[in-house]
């Protein structure tokens, strides 16, 4: 089960830079210029966590999986994207591709980087980006609704459905407010997933900083916190240019790099576990000899559904679940030990799993 998060902003903000030391590539080409980024780079990073490698040791695991992310670095937008402006339309389609947006922020006074609007102000640039994804909204709103009236006519109750859902999408966007912000019931969940509009997609707000200012963050970055509480969306400090140079260490370096710095761990970690929870995932662990791996779900996944990450024929066949919470599995040195203790549950269809489970599921074939 894959996410992704589309990495996007202004031109010269640093999302290439951020993208390179999230994967560890120099696969997107940062420059100093409007536009480097023609194509969107793709990049899978492993999500961090420390239980997987404490549960392979216990285990005597030969491999150890992590669960993964996936990162797009989408070209910079300008305002006026919505209508063909700069590189837009192009770059908006790949938004909508993503699950999650981070929403990468200029927070640094740099002379030497230009930008796009002669001034570094993230709350203008996250406006002047939310902005041209409402106008790209609204277009494909007013085009659908067209487009579904002769379905409608007919009686065919998807077609209703889409119709009253996207009213609604559009009735708020007039408004000058985004999609995500419409009350939808929980029935109309899937049908409302859908339609796949761009402001409906969480938003992490990364607050682009410099070097000396990657703790806690600068004045900037205390507006974009502000911003992000109003709005219910989360924000994170990062120095991309830290970030892009710890990439190039080894882990032995990188942590004593990150000690000089006076950072307790790097920017990316925060990055990656700010986005997880965005998305309101989980985790869940497999745990044996062969392999230690971590799986990604949904929070509020059924045992049945969370056994469909493995295979589809998990979750059809499912029969039960052995759950064992990850501090019992610590605290009594494994499987054997946590059964003994009486730690190990045989649980049904409707258990909700938690995140740290360590979990084998049973299921008919």
Known sequence: MGFKTGIVGMPNVGKSTLFNALTKTAAAQAANFPFCTIEPNVGEVAVPDARIDVLAEIAG??????????FVDIAGLVKGASQGEGLGNQFLANIR???????????????DVTHV????????????????????????????????????????????????LLTRAKVALEDGQPARNVEIAEDEAKAWEMLQLL???????????????????????????????????????????????????????????????GLEE?????????GYELLGLATY???????????TIHQGWTAPQAAGVIHGDFEKGFIRAETIAYDDFVAFNGEQ????????????????????DVMHFLHSK
């Open 199 to 261: 402001t409906t997609k969480p938003i992490l707000y990364v607050c682009n900083v410099e070097e000396s200012n990657a703790g806690d963050g600068n004045a900037h970055s205390a507006r974009v916190a502000e911003m992000a509480k109003a709005q219910g969306a989360a924000s994170v400090v990062i120095s991309a240019a830290i970030e892009e140079e710890i990439s190039q260490l080894d882990d032995e370096d990188a942590e004593m790099f990150l000690s000089e710095i």
């Open 97 to 111: 591709e993503c699950d999650t947006i981070a929403h990468v922020l200029r927070c640094f006074e740099d002379d």
């Open 61 to 70: 695991s030969k491999s150890i999986i992590p669960t993964r992310m996936t």
């Open 266 to 274: 790097p920017g990316l970690d925060r990055l990656i576990r700010a």
């Open 117 to 164: 609007d002669g001034r570094v102000d993230p709350v203008a640039d996250a406006e002047t980006i939310e902005t041209e994804l409402m106008l790209a909204d609204l277009e494909s709103i007013e085009k659908r609704l067209t487009n579904l009236v002769r379905k409608t006519r007919g009686g065919d109750k998807e077609a209703l459905l889409q119709v009253e």
């Open 337 to 356: 030990g946590s059964k003994e203790a009486g730690k190990m549950r045989a649980e049904g269809k409707a258990y909700l799993v938690k995140d740290g």
């Open 285 to 295: 662990f497999t745990v044996g000899p062969k392999e230690a791996r971590a799986w």
